[in-house]
């Protein structure tokens, strides 16, 4: 967990608002909903709800992704993403203990 990338992936509106999207997939995209959780949220989800284009959002889940605060699930053609609540765990003892 590297702390700059972290924040840096930290430091954009909408990366955090997708953020906050995907930690909870239920209330946020009830599209998915007959396709299930379990794997994470479709980018065609994410894309829809942010209004962005999705050569954007792949950027910034691939920013999330490398800072380790979301994993990918390959299946098929479609990429989901969910949130690595390990990895927010780990940076919420970073913050307490060296910041």
């Known amino acids: 967990m590297e702390q700059v ?3 840096k992936a930290l430091s954009n509106k909408t ?3 997708m953020l906050e999207w995907l930690k909870e997939p239920e209330i946020n995209f009830p599209g998915q909903k007959e396709y299930g959780y ?3 949220v479709c980018v065609g989800q994410l894309q829809a709800k942010a209004n962005l284009t999705q050569s954007t959002v792949s950027e910034y889940l691939s920013i999330l992704q490398r800072a380790g605060l979301v994993q990918a699930t390959r299946k098929g ?3 989901y993403y969910r949130r690595d609540e390990a990895a927010f765990e780990r940076l919420s003892k970073l913050i307490s203990s060296s910041l």
């Open 5 to 7: 990338d972290i924040f």
């Open 15 to 17: 990366r955090l608002q």
């Open 38 to 40: 379990e794997q994470g």
């Open 77 to 79: 053609q479609w990429t």
